[in-house]
């Protein structure tokens, strides 16, 4: 998996609500845990934009519901710092479902993306209706 060029905040800790974005038949995500990421003794690791989560759907279709999946998250509510010193911020914490392979599962995305997602998945903003 490639790096981030960005200053990510890890601010989406395990139990975090998390939207669904994309028409996959999932609406609301609760987070389980990080994947590949860990954190100090005693201490959760946080999530970030561009970071692969597990989640349990809440609300959406029969077939996800109470199932773990993986997602990845393409907003967060905390801003992000570019390196050309540029802040941006979303307005909700959202994510789409992705396979084992990091293909989307869904075939359209709502809203904007950031790019840093498209930097590290570049099959993910493939099917992204806005890049920010």
Do not use: W
């Amino acid at each position: 998996m490639k790096g981030v060029s960005s200053r990510i905040s890890k601010t989406l800790m395990p139990g975090a609500t998390i939207t669904c974005a994309d028409n996959s038949g999932a609406s609301i995500f609760h987070m389980i845990h990080i994947i590949g990421k860990g954190g100090r003794h005693s201490r959760n690791a946080g999530a970030g934009i561009g970071d692969i989560v597990s989640a349990s759907v809440r609300k959406g279709s029969p077939t996800y519901i109470k199932k773990p999946v993986r997602v990845v998250i393409i907003r967060q509510k905390d801003e992000l710092r570019r390196s050309n010193n540029m802040r941006v911020r979303f307005e909700d914490n959202a994510g789409i479902m992705i396979n084992e392979d990091n293909l989307p599962i869904g075939t359209e995305v709502k809203g904007a993306m950031a790019r840093e997602v498209v930097e590290r998945f570049v099959k993910v903003g493939g099917i992204a209706s806005k890049i920010v």
